[in-house]
């Protein structure tokens, strides 16, 4: 992606670039985007400290010999004066359906000279009109004599083949495919590309993804074969009752387009139609998300995806129904195999059982190698935690049956890892295994969003260092086209509430932009012509409850975009739609007191006020608040003036700020106690929400806060009592206004309820209930991210002290203010952001400390350095004051601030 460093013969800045695209970015895979208007971005290298861009140049060519040839003949955006280098808006001629595109990009800066080009990159062009795919939907709209079409579905995988002639030289071929729920696609025998679980899920009423492949590899001229293997997925839902529930949406079907260009410049297009041939009695016998795949090596059918393959047994494929939905590129990462784990240990339980230990709760799949007699059959079993007998416990897996067979062809060593389904687990139960299963025999597939890994952090403290681990672990295993509830029980939804602020946290850690553009046209999608919005989106499952806090991540993701990624164009798009949500919850719930009465979850999963009374509690317990949906009320009011000025709606501001003031009166007057400085039944969230949201006078603030701090400290003996609602915000609340030990010390505790109490207890991810060892089953998932709250910002922003200054999105200006907590000696940490990796390393010692920064091209950084004067201060062994690039601001809190510009740094303070 990045192109190599390179330096001009002019002038001394390196270019890095870096294709960008709203919701389109394909970062390992470029083909196939439907952004008729893509944006570019680039990073920018200095070698000089303070490298500021003062112009860019970008060329953007049909062929990469005109790109060559510095012909930029679809857009050349000639010398531009702009220090903008990320979604600068591509100007140049129409892009049109197929359309290739190879660009570069040169930079002038502040310290004169002009870079040398970048290394080109490139992108291509989808099918962008209906009218463009060819041929027709294919499927088979029943299922066979085997499958079984209750509960617990089960449904063969679906095979198709289609040979044709290819009659002369080729030039470039493409596939583009819509294979749902899910498909794998050959040529020629060979697997095309590296995702898996294709493509992302959505709600096909609404819209459909396709991908783009180029197979020009993989296609030779004279005879070819196509072959296709179509899953459920979530097409053909996992549980084939409670219609008015589970959507589904019919059996797996495909369209596929295969456009072949010939060097004589001629072209031609393979595409679905009745000739192609296809069979459900394959060896996938069913697949299904909850339940497993089961697999029968003695049904492989070999060669059929290559030429010569007798298919006269295979039927003729079906002109079934084309989907409701829309058709669009995917722009958002596939889903592939990113990281592969050993088994720590394969134990005996009893004959014939033996249980797999992966030593990480781990979401995808297991591969398994495996030798034995034609019919012997190997069942896995998955779990995430293991009984007092060392066997699998279930019971919180609910009805998923979780369970993946493997039949053996027999005849030599056979290696398997299923297709169309996942699972959370750590333990595996293996039986029917023949021989004597050792760890080599397995491997665990980490599956999910091919997104790149931005963060780093270590601090001083292992606790904190297990809790960051874990929840990367979590937050990766949950990501699967959509962010996900939890990964193993017969759920695995994109619940809303679960993500609002945690989605802020995860972007320090992953690269989630393009997932969670997916997820806001997800989520509108989901909108109800009135203006609802349901709890889950896509709506997989119906609920439609309408609450503030759930509905509400709708903006709050959008914001995170904005605030993270600086990236203003999903707030252009979605604006309408929030303010139209908005103006329903207002019309069908505003009480005239300015009460948001409608509530759905409250702090769901507030933690028992002891372990003990929390043991064998079924979690599911809701406890609705008009406090928390009206603070939530005002909180978007606020969100919403900064959108409105952001999107051109001026007009709008003065009616959300009018309608906040009137929520606020609102607030106080039902909720506010004033005897005692709280708000409510007085629980640590519902201050936290009048504290943070800013909807306490201000003359009271100091003793809210007081109040706040007094339930952790002496009601709660230093811990948080807040649920799903108020952990979102508790960390920043606490370091905000005065308090960050306090903050510290919910961050370390490793009793009850902490996040520390997980690690202690076991966990290798992040809990779904903070009484999770001990609570009832039915509820109570160990792969959650909920409970992150704010936890994983406060890390990076706080403790690392790496954050984007608030009116500069994007870390175009970076703030750099690292907490001095008693008891954390060092922080270690980097992100790398939108313009470029930013590293923060500061350490503390007896009589000194050192702090080490890079920051990235084009950017600038305020660093608050702990010291008594600037005269205590080293950059780099000189006197602050003589060090170049670094410039003193202010004292201010006992820190001295300087703004530094791009470069790396070594502070010393005496
Ligand atoms: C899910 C949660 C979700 C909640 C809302 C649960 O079953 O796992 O994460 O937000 O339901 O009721």
Redesign the pocket.
């Known amino acids: 992606m990045f192109s190599a460093l390179q330096l001009s013969s002019k002038g001394k800045v390196a270019v890095q670039v870096q294709l960008q695209n709203l919701r389109t970015e394909m970062l390992r895979n470029p083909e196939g985007i439907d952004a008729v208007h893509p944006r570019l971005s680039w990073e920018i290298l200095g070698n000089q400290r303070g490298t500021m861009q003062t112009h860019y140049h970008v060329l953007v060519a049909s062929t990469p010999q005109k790109l060559a040839a510095d012909e930029g003949d679809l857009w050349n955006s000639g010398k531009v004066q702009s220090n903008q280098a990320t979604y600068v808006t591509y100007a140049g001629a129409p892009l049109k359906s197929r359309r290739e595109a190879y660009w570069k990009v040169k930079t002038w800066t502040n310290h004169g000279g002009e870079s040398a080009w970048s290394e080109p990159n490139y992108w291509s062009m989808g099918l962008l009109s209906y009218g463009d795919w060819e041929g027709r939907w294919i499927g088979m709209d029943k299922a066979s004599p085997w499958d079984e079409e209750d509960r617990f579905a089960r449904l063969s995988a679906r095979y198709y083949r289609k040979e044709f002639e290819a009659p002369k030289q080729i030039k470039k071929a493409k596939v583009y495919i819509i294979g749902l729920g899910l498909y794998e696609l050959f040529i020629n025998g060979q697997r095309i590309g590296d995702q898996v679980l294709a493509p992302a899920p959505t709600d096909y009423t609404a819209n459909v993804k396709y991908n783009t492949y180029d197979v020009t590899k993989q296609l030779k001229s004279g005879k070819n074969a196509i072959g296709t293997v179509l899953g459920n997925g979530r097409f053909y839902t996992m549980r084939q009752y409670k219609p008015y529930k589970n959507k589904t949406f019919g059996y797996p079907k495909m369209l596929l387009n295969l456009v072949i260009e010939y060097t004589d410049g001629t072209s031609e297009k393979i595409r679905t139609e009745e000739s192609w041939k296809m069979t459900a009695d394959g060896p996938i016998r069913t697949n299904n998300e909850y339940d497993g795949e089961e697999y029968d090596a003695r049904k492989e059918m070999p060669g059929w995806n290559a030429v010569g393959f007798d298919d006269s047994k295979w039927r003729q494929a079906e002109y079934v129904q084309e989907p409701d939905g829309e058709i669009e590129a995917q722009m958002n990462e596939p889903m592939k195999v990113m990281e592969t784990l050993k088994p720590v240990s394969v134990k005996l339980l009893k004959p014939g059982t033996y249980i797999l230990d992966m030593g990480q709760n781990m979401v995808g799949w297991l591969k398994m190698k495996v030798q034995g007699k034609q019919g012997d059959q190997v069942t896995l079993k998955f779990a995430e935690v293991l009984n007092e007998k060392g066997e699998l416990a279930l019971e919180n897996i609910r009805d998923a049956k979780v369970t993946d067979v493997y039949t053996l062809k027999g005849g030599g060593e056979e290696v398997w890892e299923p297709s169309f389904v996942f699972h959370g687990f750590r333990y595996v139960e293996v039986t029917g295994y023949p021989g004597k299963p050792i760890v080599n025999n397995f491997e665990g597939r980490v599956v999910y969003d091919a997104m790149k890994t931005v963060g780093s952090f270590k601090t001083s403290n292992p606790i904190i260092n297990q809790v960051h681990e874990n929840s990367y672990w979590s937050i990766r295993g949950n990501y699967k086209g959509m962010p996900l ?2 990964p193993q029980r017969n ?1 695995r ?1 994109p ?4 993500r609002p602020v945690q989605a802020y946290g995860e972007s320090f850690v992953f690269d989630n932009e393009k997932l969670y553009a997916k997820w806001l046209d997800d989520i509108q999608n989901a909108q109800k012509a009135d203006g609802s919005i349901p ?1 889950v989106a896509p709506a997989f499952w119906r609920y439609y409850s309408d609450n503030m806090t ?1 509905a509400g991540t709708y903006l709050m993701i959008a914001d995170m975009l904005h605030q993270q990624y600086g990236n203003v164009r999903v707030i252009e798009k979605h604006y309408p739609f929030m303010r139209k949500w908005l103006q329903y919850m207002e019309s069908q719930y505003m009480t005239d007191g300015y009460i948001m009465a409608k509530d ?2 409250g702090d ?1 999963c507030a933690p028992p006020a002891t372990i003990e009374e929390g043991r064998g509690m079924n979690a ?1 317990v ?1 406890h609705p608040s008009y406090l928390i949906s009206t603070a939530y009320h005002y909180h978007y009011l606020q969100m919403m003036q900064r959108f409105a000025r952001l999107t051109g709606n001026e007009g709008d501001i003065k009616g959300y700020q009018a309608l906040a003031e009137k929520v606020r009166k609102g607030f106080n007057h039902e909720f506010f106690i004033a005897k005692d400085a709280s708000y409510g039944e007085n629980k640590l969230t519902d201050n936290l929400l009048a504290l943070y949201f800013r909807l306490v006078p201000k003359e009271q603030e100091a003793a809210l806060f007081k109040t706040i701090a007094n339930i952790i400290e002496v009601r709660n003996k230093g811990h948080l009592s807040t649920g ?1 609602v108020g952990t979102q915000w508790i960390m920043r609340s606490l370091t905000e206004f005065g308090r960050p030990d306090l903050a510290y010390k919910l961050a370390t505790n490793t009793t009850y309820p902490s996040w520390g109490y997980m690690v202690e207890n076991g966990a290798t991810t992040i809990w ?1 209930l903070w009484n999770g060892n001990t609570a009832a089953p039915t ?1 109570n ?1 160990y792969n ?1 991210v ?1 409970m992150l709250g704010d936890l994983v910002s406060w890390y990076y922003e706080d403790l690392a002290g790496i954050k984007s200054d608030r009116g500069q999105t994007g870390f175009k200006q970076i703030e750099m203010k690292p907490l001095m907590v008693n008891g954390l000696d060092f922080v270690d940490a980097s992100y790398h952001s939108v313009h470029g990796l930013i590293k923060s390393n500061w350490k503390k010692e007896k009589k000194r400390f050192s702090w080490k920064i890079t920051v990235p091209g084009n950017t600038k950084a305020v660093v608050y350095i702990p010291a008594r004067s600037q005269n205590d201060i080293t950059e780099s062994g000189k006197a602050v004051s003589s060090a170049s690039g670094v410039r003193f601001l202010k004292m201010e809190g006992g820190r001295a601030v300087f703004e530094i510009g791009s470069g790396d740094y070594a502070f010393v303070v005496k």
């Open positions: 509830d939890c759920e939804q619940w809303l509430g679960d709890d759930w759905s979850y769901w599911n809701k799903v779904e509820m998932s959650h909920m």
